[in-house]
């Protein structure tokens, strides 16, 4: 699995213009899967994500998880196209993404997982075309495979 994490402020998902999920101080994930992903990818990924280190401790070095740091969530929004392949052509292939199924099931797994370690994650909506409002921290933002 893939997640594109943003630090936040704030982040929000809508889906035809109702917000569907939310968070304040914490993390935005932009969160795909590989079509050989499996449920230990899942586990795996939120156990990294959990206990990822991106916060400023009291000298601003990045060494606080989101727990430490006192964060209010994170904000998780399937995404497919993180597994977008442009380097032979102008337009992206997806065919390293999970199926529609195979994805929906490995995001849930990865939420109940997140959640599991006691981390207030709210979703989009699988599937759905989402706009995705945010207030990037920093910025800062890491691509973490698993």
């Known amino acids: 699995m893939r997640v594109v994490v943003q630090r936040v402020r704030s982040a929000s998902v809508s889906v035809n213009g109702s917000v569907v999920g939310s ?16 449920e230990k990818n ?8 959990a206990g990822l280190r ?10 606080l998880s989101l ?3 006192g964060a209010d969530g ?24 999970a199926g529609y199924e195979d994805a929906q099931r ?16 709210e979703t989009g909506t699988f599937g759905a075309m989402m706009d995705v409002q945010l207030t990037n921290d920093g910025p800062v933002t890491l691509i973490v495979d698993c």
């Open 54 to 63: 991106i916060f400023g401790d009291a000298e601003g070095k990045m060494n």
């Open 106 to 121: 490995l995001f849930d797994h990865f939420v109940n997982a997140l959640r599991a370690k006691d981390v207030k994650t």
């Open 67 to 69: 727990t430490d740091a």
């Open 74 to 97: 994170v904000l998780a929004v399937s995404n497919f196209t993180v597994y977008g392949d442009a380097l032979k052509s102008r337009r992206p292939s997806f065919v390293a993404s």
């Open 23 to 38: 968070c304040g101080k914490g993390l935005l994930l932009l969160v795909g899967a590989h079509k050989d992903d499996t």
């Open 42 to 49: 899942a586990e795996k990924l939120a156990d990294r994500i």
